[in-house]
């Protein structure tokens, strides 16, 4: 495998397991219809709100992974 590739599990793979569980413990606080955007209550479906909210999540894992590798790399 490429490291650039086995870099990239190392980094998708952890962010999204916690996209999951942090998409449960939101959604199980917060109803995707209860929710506003600047003032305006969303009109999207939950399935719609539930998915970007779980890919939202997922790139904040991501990229909060890729800075620990990357700054990980920098050190050694």
Known sequence: MKPWARNALYVLWPSFVVAGGAEFLF???FDPHELTYFGQPIEASRQAVYTI???GFWA??????ALTSWLAR???
């Not at 904040?60 to 992974?65: E, H, I, K, Q």
Request: glycine share 14%; aromatic share 20%; no cysteine.
């Open 27 to 29: 959604f199980s606080i």
């Open 53 to 55: 909210g779980f890919f």
């Open 60 to 65: 904040l894992g991501a990229a909060s992974a």
């Open 74 to 76: 920098e050190a050694t």
